[in-house]
């Protein structure tokens, strides 16, 4: 089944605790992106991904870090959470031609206390 | 300035009624695509319509259909016969020039279908 797999969907942690929300996806895209979605924001693009060792900045990509170092997967990675880090994360990916219709996974929820 | 505009933070649909979705976007790049997405109460993502920019005639998918008015870059939703199911978040995004893929959503549209 084509799909993209986050993990974990709930987290509570704590403020500086480094962590890594993952993201694989099984349909050979190209394209790689994560979002965080706050009420009355709508979703933020925080990184994205071209392809493997390209990744560029978002509009929200302050306090993140991403990495690809393989085509199928694209972590995001909080190195010192705040609690204004406290949203639902959602990771997306297509292919760069066609529609680029965007595939989400199920979101990560996060809590930073 | 938005990329993407949506100005009805809620809306009220009567059953079996159409209902539109406004969004209005803003680019000055030539090539773009215009998506609209649902989100239901459960939390996913769900595809519903895409718009490329260079594409002549609306887009439509089933019961929904994207009126598509490029002067004045407006790309609504109009869902035809509404549904209990339709009972959701629908968020307008567009994706930014061929191969740029800057993403940009819209703040969502809460639909609530009375039965």
């Known amino acids: 089944e084509a799909q993209v797999t986050q993990n974990p969907r709930y987290l509570i942690t704590v403020t500086g605790k480094k962590l890594t929300v993952t993201c694989s996806q099984n349909?050979?895209?190209?394209?790689m992106s994560w979002y965080r979605q706050d009420p009355g924001l709508g979703l933020r693009q925080i990184y994205y991904?071209?392809?493997?060792?390209?990744?560029d900045k978002g509009d929200v990509p302050e306090g993140y870090k991403v990495s690809r170092k393989e085509k199928r997967n694209f972590p995001l990675i909080l190195e010192s959470p705040s609690p204004n880090q406290t949203s639902l994360y959602f990771c997306?990916?297509?292919?760069?031609?066609?529609?680029?219709?965007?595939?989400f996974g199920e979101g990560s929820r996060l809590t930073v206390l | 300035a938005q990329k993407i505009t949506q100005t009805q933070p809620g809306m009220f649909v009567q059953e079996k009624e159409a209902v539109t979705l406004d969004c209005t976007y803003d680019?000055?790049?030539?090539?773009?695509?215009l998506f609209w997405y649902k989100q239901p109460s459960s939390g996913e993502m769900i595809f519903l319509i895409y718009q490329g920019s260079y594409d002549q005639q609306n887009a439509t998918e089933g019961r929904y259909s994207l009126n598509f008015q490029k002067a004045r870059k407006s790309a609504n939703l109009v869902i035809s016969a509404s549904q209990l199911g339709d009972s959701a978040m629908y968020f307008c995004a567009m994706r930014e020039g061929i191969f740029s893929n800057q993403f940009y959503f819209g703040t969502g549209t809460s639909l609530t279908v009375i039965p």
């Open positions: 997306a990916s297509s292919f760069l031609a066609n529609t680029g219709e965007l595939f």
């Open positions: 991904s071209m392809n493997v060792e390209v990744t």
């Open positions: 680019t000055s790049d030539p090539s773009y695509g």
């Open positions: 349909m050979n895209h190209e394209y």
